[in-house]
């Protein structure tokens, strides 16, 4: 088994004849995409991701291309001596591990994953294989978030006090995930109206239509201009821009990397976040002891070496 980083990130993986590559474009064989986030989409033909996944590729960065649904916990013979099969990683709508039986041995690539329930996505799926490839953004001491509960708190407490103070608390996430996380809080314990960007507004809508449950309102809208203009809301964009009404905005950013700080420009930072804390990191993988461990991105080498110190056989892939 050969694993390699792909030209754009990724990995590609050569066995047997069989090539596949993770979120990166594949040069021949398969492709696979994760999630719908910019930095893992893969284009090309041939490229297999989930349902949820090819729509928001398809809405939200309008792209085409060879995409192939995968369903969810099914195997799926892609040659021979190889068969995959798609697991719920919970970090956004439609995100996978990939888990291949490659002639009697397992693998699985992760992709982002998130091991906590939220208001929008079931926690990581249990996963039994032989060698693990884990994303470990957050794979470093210093980033073990609050519970949920608490982020979720504050956010809605500084929401109450921006608007009391007679400003438009409007705030800075992804176009997917957590703004539709953040739509959904506001949904369900405020009578606020969310006003949002386009980029958020085109994956919500997919969210909807995939049983997430989000009231929000286009920006651009006479309904939205209504909003901003008449009262009490809140607004969630993918960036800061210049909002249209005659009073102060206060910007928030929604990010685990919040746990350092606040940073420059913006009013507030929370660190609410789509991927596993490194406690998250940690448990999943000695709940699911894999023989072999690589670690890519963010933290891999100090976190591959806090695995070894635990036992594992843990490399950073580089």
Avoid at 1 to 7: V, Y
Avoid at 202 to 224: C, H, P, Q, W
């Amino acid at each position: 088994m050969l694993l390699r980083r792909g030209r754009d990130g990724g990995v590609v993986l050569s066995v047997k004849g069989f090539s596949a590559a993770f979120d990166t474009r594949p040069q021949k064989g398969l492709g696979f995409v994760s999630h719908a986030h910019s930095d893992h989409v893969a284009a090309g033909r041939n490229i297999l991701a989930t349902r949820e996944t090819i729509s928001l590729i398809r809405r939200v960065w309008q792209l085409s291309g060879g995409y192939k649904p995968i369903p969810y916990r099914q195997d799926i013979g892609l040659s021979d001596s190889v068969s995959v099969r798609a697991l719920n990683s919970g970090h956004v709508l439609g995100s996978a591990m990939f888990r291949l039986d490659i002639g009697g041995e397992s693998l699985v690539y992760t992709g982002d994953i998130n091991t906590v329930q939220t208001l929008t996505t079931n926690p990581a799926e249990p996963v039994d294989a032989d060698v693990f490839i884990i994303e470990t953004t957050y794979g470093h001491p210093d980033y073990v978030f609050p519970p949920r509960h608490e982020t979720e708190a504050w956010i809605l407490k500084w929401v109450s006090k921006t608007i009391a103070e007679g400003a438009l608390p409007a705030f800075k996430s992804y176009s997917i995930g957590k703004s539709q996380e953040l739509i959904k809080l506001f949904n369900t314990y405020t009578s606020l109206p969310v006003v949002v960007g386009k980029t958020v507004a085109n994956a919500s809508k997919t969210y909807v239509e995939n049983g997430v449950a989000l009231d929000f309102i286009r920006l651009g809208t006479k309904d939205a201009a209504e909003v901003l203009g008449g009262g009490e809301a809140v607004y969630i964009d993918s960036q800061v821009r210049s909002v249209p009404v005659h009073r102060r905005v206060k910007w928030a950013t929604v990010t685990g990397w919040a746990v350092r700080g606040c940073p420059e420009g913006f009013d507030a930072a929370f660190p609410l976040s789509s991927h596993a804390d490194y406690r998250g990191l940690l448990n999943y993988v000695e709940e699911n002891r894999p023989r072999k461990v690589y670690t890519i991105h963010g933290f891999s080498q100090l976190f591959a070496k806090t695995l070894r110190l635990r036992g594992f056989d843990a490399s950073p892939f580089t």
